[in-house]
């Protein structure tokens, strides 16, 4: 992932790296904490709640305060002044989550937005525990967690700012992103080849690509999206990997008619091609590499292996970086 509406962007094993009795103290909960999104359930899981609740903080920390201006005819005195400062205000966030990179540069890291959303998590978590049970060990850890999230894990997402995308390109089926479409299993297939050393389990994912600013894996102009979720198929002998964006809708450049103004102003990128990456399950080290020399034209619907997946050259990367770390605001306007 990199944009905060691609996925539900923390799950139980990050939870678990930073507090390895999470997964313990959920089974053992009657019924069990859900911690991970489970296909048909309704009811959010813990991860998508501390997503979903740290969503609507940092929205809140970007909103800028500011006074309607008077008409221009008016002279700029004092008496002027005071009427735009007691007038009626613009209350409007100052990003959208559609332009938020949660994504490190380094595969294997956390950024700091990440970490501080897993440490809500982890406080979500313990205080859904502790209400259970009124368990004074739980209550500790969840005090514990309450601390480090302010003393230590939101200062440094305050002082480094808030990472924004300015042409944001969210993956092929955003799961939070209006009218993404819908990637999945059926996307993925094989068809006859006559290469039949294809025979295997593979992992497949797709990024859009913005072709007016990328040039190549190494010149991506930061106009590759992140990569969609990863389809397992295992490919029969004498058969070649298949990969369908029916289905999908790829960003246009224009703004989803669900975000107003009062939303955030954002501009998305313009995906022009689309990309496909393959790995090998479960290999150790573990890289998904890049198929096409060239991307694939939008209005493309399909591309088909010419052979056995291509297990060098360009590995697929988190997606786009910041373009700009936004100030949070830490003051009151007086009015």
Known sequence: MAIWTDSDFIDSQDMAGLDSEVVTVAQAENPPIVLDAIAGQLAPSLCQSAVDECGRFVMNQGQAFSGFMPPFMMPYNQTAAVIQMVGPSVNRTRYSLSQIVVSAPLAGYMSDLKCWAVYCALYQFYRTAFYRRMND????????????I???????????GMPISNTPLVCPGAVHEFNAGTWGPSNVSSTAGTNVNAAGEYDVAITWVDQSKYVSPSSNGNAESGPSAAMTILVPPGQVIQTSIAGLNPPNGTSPVNVSLGLGVITPGNATGWNVYVGVTDSVP????????VPIPIGTLSYTLAGPPVLSGSILMSGQLPDSYQTLQGFFMRG
Request: hydrophobic share 30%; no cysteine; proline share 6%.
């Open 137 to 148: 060990r739980y209550e500790k850890k969840m005090e514990m967690f309450e601390r480090e």
């Open 150 to 160: 302010k003393l230590k894990y939101w200062p440094r997402v305050w002082n480094t």
């Open 286 to 293: 573990y890289y998904m590499w890049l198929q096409n020399p």
